[in-house]
Structure formats: C-alpha cells, structure tokens
C-alpha cells in the first residue's frame, strides 16, 4: 500500500460529500421553486373568487 493512498481516499471521499452537498441544495432550491408556485396559484384562484 502506497503511502499515497489514504490521502487520495480523503480526497475521493471529500469530493464525493462536496457533490452529494451541491446535488442536495438544487433539490431543496427546485422545491422551494415548486412550494411557492403552488402557493401564487393558490394565491390567484383567492382573488378571483373574491
């Protein structure tokens, strides 16, 4: 075992947390997106009804 290999197995693992993290944001902002969209329809059906 090289003495190379912890340190490329660190830095493997720490660009794999980086990209679960950055893959995590855009599903939690295109969520956000979808929430408030529901919400401005909902928001339009209220006013038409008034």
């Not at 980086?18 to 295109?30: D, H, K, R, Y």
């Amino acid at each position: 075992m090289s003495s190379s290999t912890p340190r490329l197995v660190a830095v493997m693992a720490l660009m794999g947390v980086v990209s679960l993290s950055l893959a995590g944001c855009n599903t939690v902002e295109g969520l956000g997106k979808d929430i408030q969209s529901a919400g401005q329809a909902v928001e339009k059906t209220a006013e038409k009804d008034k």
